[in-house]
């Protein structure tokens, strides 16, 4: 399995100053981790082209690739200023090396208050997917959607995007855990967009039926979710592991967004699922 890990685990320490990309990259390179994914908490990388370039020089001398690049979006409205705003993403993300791109298509909080709303916007999400995905290609790059969020979650309408995008460079970023957002069990979100899907994402999470304290996400099926170190939650990683190891070229990037602390908990995450991974095989 080709394990890398997310920036995005490291987005507390970051948004502390206690951290900043390009030590993001030196930690990557004194780990197991054989990739580095970038989730843009903003435009930053989009506006300050200084520190793209830092970045690649950092991760060019510590010999950390740079997969994918995650940023988010909303296409509800069809917006002419927010698809030019993803297509120039798509050329940061080219000047950082990735050959992955993934942007959202909807707010991950947002949520159709009917199916019909849902209906409504689709066909201004697969317009502006397309755009994105065909300026991609020219730079030889994959785009996808993930499966997170409230409604853009879930196997049948993810894949039922990509199909209706209807292009061979775009994809899904399949998350193993996020399909429980929306009631979904997690092995039929992985085996619903396995052969969709271009990377992968590995979390766990804490899942009650009652609300211990704060902090917990509501899912749709009236569940409550804790992320947690992968491993130690209450996901069936070595199973889902199995089932992403059927397609062994997929790379996969760990994505902690727990309450324990990083970088140790980002540590003791790589190793629990390189172990479950090794189990599974």
Not at 126 to 155: C, K, P, R, Y
Not at 251 to 276: I, Q, R, S, Y
Request: charged share 25%; hydrophobic share 45%.
């Amino acid at each position: 399995m080709k394990l890398g890990v997310s920036s995005y685990s490291f987005s507390k320490l970051m948004a502390r100053g206690e951290m900043d990309l390009v030590g993001v990259v030196d930690w990557v390179a004194d780990s197991p981790a054989e990739h580095l994914e970038i989730a843009a908490l903003g435009d930053d990388l989009l506006t300050d082209d200084k520190l793209v370039e830092t970045v690649v020089k950092a991760a060019g001398d510590r010999g950390v690739p740079i997969l994918n690049y995650l940023i988010g979006a909303d296409f509800r409205e069809g917006s002419t200023e927010e698809i030019d705003r993803v297509r120039r993403h798509v050329d940061v993300g080219h000047r950082l090396g990735a050959r992955l791109f993934r942007h959202d298509v909807l707010p991950w909080g947002w949520r159709e208050a009917n199916q019909a709303e849902f209906e409504a916007v689709f066909p201004r999400l697969v317009e502006g997917a397309q755009v994105v995905a065909d300026h991609a290609a020219e730079l030889g790059i994959t785009t996808t959607v993930e499966n997170h969020g409230m409604s853009m979650n879930g196997h049948e309408r993810v894949a039922r995007l990509v199909h209706a995008v209807d292009r061979p460079n775009f994809r899904v970023t399949l998350d193993l855990g996020n399909g429980l957002c929306v009631g979904e069990v997690p092995g039929r979100t992985v085996s619903g967009l396995l052969d969709v899907a271009a990377a992968a994402h590995v979390k766990d999470f804490h899942i009650r039926r009652s609300i211990p304290s704060d902090g917990w996400l509501k899912t749709l099926a009236g569940d409550y979710l804790l992320g947690t170190i992968p491993g130690h939650g209450d996901l069936d990683l070595r199973a889902l592991l199995a089932l992403v190891a059927t397609k062994p070229d997929l790379p996969v990037t760990l994505e902690f967004e727990g309450l324990e602390a990083a970088p140790g908990a980002v540590e003791l995450g790589l190793k629990n699922v390189l172990a479950l991974a090794e189990g599974a095989s």
